[in-house]
């Protein structure tokens, strides 16, 4: 594990992770999916299935925390070549930003121009209920609004801009595809806007009643970073949120890691069905 913010990722390791992986598969994917806490199955729908440990992978953040086991999948969905990163990491484990957006990098030279991204999230919209997917409209990233942003130090100019335009992070084209799809199989569909915060404790009441004040309509610890460096290598991303727990606002009920993994794994075949339809008609 490598710590602090001034970890900074250099083309030149990314792009020794981009020729490991392509030394053990020989694919292109232009579809990348990033998988949240306990949304796993989503990788068991994987037709052909390539898996690369992250731990083969030199430079690769490993996870650390439960439900999160680590690897790479290449293979196909619905036809479409894709690549799966399984077990993202996060910033309360220790990586600095820069680290744990290694694997969106390595899709980047991979060829991936389209990323889905889930996560597990807290419901902070009091009409959300535990089971709901949320369609991510956009996102607020508190800790990169606070200086902790993954595009930190040196830009790696071929990797994108210095100043990445924020206007369009989760893509409009792709929103109202997932809208459609959601559609066309009875799923409903909820949308909002998703707020990042480092963790790992889950929020005071005091800090839910904040967030609910600045527009937010779920609350995670992840997805903001990877999002930003997907779009400051011009991806076009698409997020959804599995609505986990609904948030006490009075502190009248705890949240648990078990009950958000439990949770997960109610939600993940509403999702899979959902990443497979927006795939399918990609
Ligand atoms: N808060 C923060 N992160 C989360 C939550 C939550 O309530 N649920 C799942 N991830």
Redesign the pocket.
């Known amino acids: 594990m490598s710590g602090s913010d001034s970890d900074f990722v250099t083309l030149q390791e990314i792009d020794s992770i981009a020729e490991a992986v392509r030394a053990k598969v020989d694919a292109k994917p232009r579809i990348g999916l990033v998988l949240g806490?306990g949304l796993g199955a989503v990788a068991e729908a994987i037709q052909s299935p390539m898996v690369i440990p992250s731990d083969e992978l030199s430079g690769w953040p490993a996870s650390t925390v439960e439900g999160h086991a680590g690897k790479l999948i290449i293979g196909e969905l619905e036809g479409q070549s894709v690549c799966v990163v399984q077990g993202r990491v996060h910033f309360y484990e220790g990586f600095s930003m820069s680290r744990l957006a290694v694997p969106v990098r390595v899709l980047q030279r991979l060829g991936v121009s389209v990323l889905i991204v889930t996560?597990?999230?807290?419901g902070v919209n009091q009409s959300f209920e535990p089971g709901d997917v949320m369609l991510i409209t956009d996102h607020i990233n508190f800790p990169g609004m606070v200086g902790h942003s993954p595009l930190l130090g040196p830009n790696l100019d071929k990797l994108g801009p210095r100043f990445p335009d924020m206007s369009q992070a989760y893509d409009r084209e792709l929103q109202e595809l997932a809208r459609q799809v959601a559609s066309d199989l009875g799923i409903e569909l909820r949308e909002g806007v998703y707020f990042c915060?480092a963790?790992p404790t889950?929020?005071t009441p005091a800090e839910l009643r904040f967030l609910q004040t600045q527009g937010a309509d779920a609350?995670?610890?992840s997805t903001a970073p990877e999002v930003t460096v997907a779009r400051h290598a011009g991806m076009r991303v698409l997020g959804f949120s599995g609505i986990?727990?609904k948030?006490s606002m009075d502190g009248t009920r705890a949240?648990s890691h078990e009950e958000?993994l439990e949770a997960g794994r109610l939600i993940a075949p509403k999702l899979v069905r959902l990443v497979k339809g927006v795939i399918a008609r990609l």
Do not use: D, H, R
Request: aromatic letters at 6%.
């Open positions: 806490s996560n597990a999230a807290g915060l963790g889950f929020e609350v995670g610890m986990t727990n948030s949240t958000v």
